[in-house]
């Protein structure tokens, strides 16, 4: 046996070397024909602008979000810092919940006011509704369509009526629509209905007996071990109905930090931290944390400087190339969306931990690290997962109807961005490739390989799904975020022919050994102590 167990580890070694080998070969030639697509093709790309990082190299700003983030950069870090230097100064003077949410709702309502002008209006006054009708029927059976119903109404008006025009509630208020700040409000307020929800059912379970196993949970969790409380204890942990007041609320809904991309945090979590500041994230751990977002911002303009991804999905002419350059951009696109999103949420959660409140680590896992969609999931915008989980999938029956949850989970999360077809294209095309993984999973725990040989094959197996399902993934990402549901044919058609068959089964290929390599990732992190 113990023979046996040596010869696989010696195999597992050589193999981890063909692996890495083949890696590196792979992203020698994505970055190669990646630069020379950059230099063939910028004249007849737009949304390049001149750079600063490198010397007569243009600058890829075509996506909307990367620019504003990156031009509103100077302006957020000075009021982060001035947010950040008040709150401190406050919290010397030991207030306790209430005096602290009155202090972070007014710096709060500030920073509101410049982002929205006079439509803060319409945000303080769905937020009072909500109020309202969480304390009135929170007791009753039919709270959860009440919350729901009202906050979905509120989703889906916002979009339509775009924000509203004061000129509906009369001419009179007319002038007010010249006051509209410098960042639409309703796009903001989708993020403010995830709260409103959150209260509402976190006041509507606290007298309620919990199902978290706190002991069970204690024995697993490192963190609560050291004696200190993770995030999870603190989403879980029921709070006294003194904390569900209007002013911790409000705080709650529009904390400056937080408001405009999350990470998501429960109402829970957000009020056991007004009175006592998260704890554990060290001084260092969270200087790292600030370092670390520098150097992936470096990255990001190294990135944007060399290859132009993003001007290349926003034009036509990809349309154009071989199926080869087809997917070297839509890789590229790809991982260009997880390093934005990753400078996004990251920098706000920085900002949120240096005021003592912590919130989820919304990218845990790099894209490439990722081989099933469950696991994908769980490590893109995972704060979000976590709210879909606690307040949707757990209330509707949880893994016992996993099969149904996942369409309304996914359809929920496609009207919550937007709506738009695309984005329900992407929503019912993940849910139906989530159908197989979840019965290839159910047979994986069924069976049991009783050799080396069989575990051997097992593996092979479960590699070859992993690479299906990144390839899955490309495909539903690409249609919901970047050429939509129109272009499923182009997309599809670009591969299914003599020239483009080749290079799927050398994506495929690509996407095995990259699974392989996950696995050996995940067997050196079961090792460790």
Not at 80 to 104: C, D, E, H, Q, Y
Not at 209 to 218: A, G, I, M, P
Not at 342 to 367: T, V
Not at 422 to 438: G, R
Request: charged share 15%; hydrophobic share 50%.
């Amino acid at each position: 046996m113990a023979t046996s167990v040596n010869k696989i580890g010696h195999w597992k070694r050589k193999e981890l070397w063909f692996l890495v080998i083949y890696a590196i070969l792979f992203y020698v030639i994505i970055i190669n024909r990646s630069l020379q697509l950059s230099r063939d093709y910028y004249k007849q790309l737009h949304g390049l602008r001149p750079g600063w990082l490198i010397a007569h190299y243009l600058n890829d700003v075509s996506d909307a979000q990367w620019r504003n983030l990156r031009g509103n950069i100077p302006v957020l870090t000075l009021v982060f810092a001035i947010f950040t230097l008040l709150a401190n100064f406050m919290r010397a003077f030991n207030l306790r919940v209430k005096g602290m949410s009155i202090v972070w709702l007014l710096f709060s309502l500030a920073y509101l006011s410049y982002l929205h002008g006079a439509c803060i209006v319409f945000i303080l006054s769905i937020a009072t509704g909500n109020f309202l009708l969480v304390k009135i029927f929170a007791q009753k059976e039919y709270f959860p369509l009440v919350v729901w119903s009202y906050n979905i109404l509120f989703l889906l008006c916002n979009r339509i009526y775009e924000g509203y025009s004061f000129s509906i509630f009369g001419q009179q208020w007319a002038f007010l629509d010249n006051y509209r700040g410098s960042f639409r409000w309703h796009i903001c307020f989708n993020f403010v209905v995830l709260r409103m929800i959150s209260f509402g059912f976190d006041f509507h379970w606290s007298n309620q007996n919990s199902h978290f196993d706190q002991e069970k949970h204690y024995q697993h969790c490192h963190i609560c071990k050291s004696g200190k409380s993770c995030y999870q204890v603190l989403q879980e942990r029921s709070l006294h109905n003194d904390n569900f007041g209007y002013i911790t609320y409000l705080c709650y809904l529009v904390y400056a930090p937080l408001y405009i991309a999350g990470p998501i945090l429960n109402f829970n979590a957000f009020a056991s931290q007004i009175d006592v500041p998260q704890n554990t994230n060290s001084v260092r751990n969270v200087t790292l944390n600030g370092f670390r977002w520098v150097l992936s911002l470096l990255l990001m303009e190294l990135m944007t400087h060399l290859f132009y991804y993003n001007a290349f999905a926003n034009s036509d002419l990809w349309k154009h190339l071989s199926p080869m350059d087809v997917f070297i951009i839509g890789y590229g696109v790809l991982n260009f969306m997880w390093l934005k999103f990753l400078l996004i949420w990251r920098f706000f959660r920085f900002w949120s931990l240096i005021n003592g409140i912590e919130a989820p680590e919304n990218m845990p896992k790099c894209i490439n690290n990722c081989h099933n969609l469950e696991g994908f999931w769980k490590n893109w915008h995972a704060s979000f997962n976590k709210w879909l989980v606690r307040y949707i999938y757990i209330p509707l029956g949880g893994s016992k109807k996993k099969l149904l949850n996942v369409w309304v989970v996914f359809t929920f999360v496609a009207i919550w961005h937007d709506l738009e077809w695309k984005l329900l294209s992407w929503a019912w095309l993940t849910c139906l490739f989530f159908i197989p993984e979840l019965v290839l999973k159910s047979a994986a725990k069924a069976f049991q390989a009783q050799s080396s040989f069989g575990e051997c094959i097992f593996r092979e197996l479960s590699a070859v799904a992993g690479a299906v399902t990144i390839t899955c993934l490309m495909v539903a990402n690409l249609v919901g975020f970047v050429v939509g549901p129109s272009g499923i044919n182009w997309l599809l058609s670009s591969f299914l022919n003599k020239e483009g068959l080749p290079v799927l089964g050398g994506m495929l290929m690509t996407f095995y050994v990259g699974t392989k390599i996950m696995f050996h990732i995940d067997e050196a992190k079961q090792r460790s102590p």
